[in-house]
């Protein structure tokens, strides 16, 4: 069964650092997605990604976001400058259609920011 | 903007007795529901979603839900749980009219007892 996968599975960064998520959706769907959840806290929507370009983000997600597809498989989050409440636990998702459609999750990467 | 609310944080139960977890949402305009289960040190999965027709809806693992507009209720239930069932259970809504992005509960842990 197709499944969404990330890598790296726990990533431990010092505060100031660049870190990529890296994200591989299944292979047929068009939109992807990123959420986060801090230890304690709700899952977050960050910021969803259709055509090559963001469809939608969070107030979250802000300048020191980023999101690309950099070839026909890989989706990744970059934080250019990690800060201590980054830390948390970040959901790639990706979807066959639009509206109503099951997301399928990947089982997320934990960010440590030291 | 809309919300979801589920009303208990953890929920223990026997093996093979009934389960239900609460789920109210607020949203001034009409929504697709869903149910995602989480098992530890995996992503989330779709137990089942309400997108229109019936409000009782049937899920995966012997899950169910019911869709109450007036109560603005999505409660999720199983008549006769698994030890296997132990997990943290979240509820979510997207837009219709707009937008995909899911906004989840806090999430409910259910814990099995033999």
């Known amino acids: 069964e197709p499944e969404v996968t990330q890598t790296p599975s726990h990533q431990v960064t010092q505060m100031g650092q660049e870190v990529i998520l890296r994200c591989v959706p299944i292979?047929?769907?068009?939109?992807f997605y990123w959420y986060r959840q801090i230890l304690g806290q709700k899952v977050e929507f960050l910021v969803s990604?259709?055509?090559?370009?963001?469809?939608?983000k969070s107030e979250i997600f802000d300048d020191q976001f980023s999101v690309e597809r950099p070839d026909g498989s890989n989706f990744t989050l970059k934080i250019r400058s990690t800060k201590l409440e980054d830390s948390a636990m970040y959901f790639c998702?990706?979807?066959?259609?639009?509206?109503?459609?099951?997301?399928?999750f990947g089982p997320g990467t934990r960010l440590t920011v030291l | 903007a809309q919300s979801v609310t589920q009303l208990d944080s953890q929920v223990p139960v026997f093996e093979e007795a009934p389960v239900e977890l609460r789920c109210n949402y607020s949203?001034?305009?009409?929504?697709?529901l869903f149910w995602y289960v989480q098992y530890p040190n995996q992503g989330l999965q779709l137990l089942l979603k309400?997108?229109?027709?019936?409000?009782l809806v049937k899920g995966i693992n012997g899950f169910e839900a019911e869709f109450n507009k007036s109560q603005t209720s999505f409660h999720l239930r199983k008549p006769s749980v698994h030890i296997s069932d132990t997990a943290e259970y979240f509820c979510?809504?997207?837009?219709?009219?707009?937008?995909?992005?899911?906004?989840f509960g806090g999430g409910t842990r259910v814990l099995v007892k033999p």
């Open positions: 979510a809504v997207t837009l219709k009219a707009a937008g995909n992005k899911l906004t």
């Open positions: 292979s047929n769907h068009l939109y």
């Open positions: 990604f259709y055509n090559n370009e963001i469809s939608e």
């Open positions: 309400y997108l229109s027709g019936s409000t």
């Open positions: 998702a990706s979807s066959e259609e639009f509206a109503g459609y099951e997301q399928f």
């Open positions: 949203s001034s305009v009409s929504v697709y």
